[in-house]
């Protein structure tokens, strides 16, 4: 079975600086994908971004960039020029290619922005 | 547009009760996925489905069922509850194609077991 581990259950970080989560994963697969998703007070799940473990290329989707280690088994996730609206539970998540499409997600981490 | 669809957005009920949740998917998606969300917890994956029929189980209790109907709309069925049981229940939904990954979800439904 694939587990998810974020090791970070809290950070902060200034607004308009950088920050980085991280996250790593066991698993036996070549063949999944990675997500992080982004859970605001709300309780709202949103997709933050997401990587094809086929792809060398990091993800990136704006101020969000993803540093993929597939040999490590980390997938870290970096957040430039932090806002407020970045205050929020963010979680790491993997989904096999091939054994079912469910989601196994990390515990979680905290971030907290200070203006 | 559309999104994933559940209601209730709150429920309380007593223990030994039972419990209907449901989950409208985004119009076409095909697949329908269950997770609950304990407090302070991450999302547990519990059921899900394809075309009605079932398609994945995780860590789904006895007491609780689930099934999809034609319209793919999903209900989730949980009975003799538990104060154990109180957590918000996610649903989501994605369109099973080849290369695509994402699955979209609802806003939860909140239960709350007294």
């Known amino acids: 079975a694939q587990t998810v581990t974020q090791s970070q259950p809290e950070m902060s970080v200034q607004e308009a600086e950088t920050v980085t989560l991280s996250c790593t994963y066991d698993?036996?697969?070549?063949?999944?994908?990675l997500f992080w998703y982004k859970q605001p007070p709300s309780r709202q799940m949103i997709l933050v971004i997401r990587q094809e473990a086929y792809k060398q290329q990091n993800a990136t989707e704006n101020r969000f960039s993803v540093n993929f280690q597939k040999a490590a088994k980390s997938f870290s996730l970096k957040i430039s020029d932090s806002q407020l609206g970045d205050a929020a539970m963010y979680f790491c998540a993997y989904r096999s290619e091939n054994a079912g499409n469910m989601l196994t997600f990390g515990g979680g981490t905290r971030l907290m922005v200070k203006p | 547009a559309a999104g994933v669809i559940q209601s209730p957005r709150h429920l309380i009920k007593e223990k030994r009760e039972t419990a209907t949740l449901k989950c409208y998917p985004i119009?076409?998606?095909?697949?329908v996925y269950w997770y609950q969300q304990g407090p302070g917890q991450d999302p547990q994956f519990l059921i899900s489905f394809y075309e009605k029929m079932q398609s994945d189980k995780g860590s789904i209790p006895d007491r609780f069922s689930a099934q999809q109907f034609s319209d793919y709309h999903s209900e989730l069925n949980m009975s003799s509850l538990e104060l154990g049981d109180s957590a918000l229940y996610f649903c989501a939904s994605s369109l099973t194609v080849t290369g695509n990954t994402e699955a979209f979800f609802g806003q939860g439904t909140r239960l709350t077991v007294v």
């Open positions: 119009p076409r998606h095909d697949t």
């Open positions: 698993t036996s697969e070549s063949d999944y994908y």
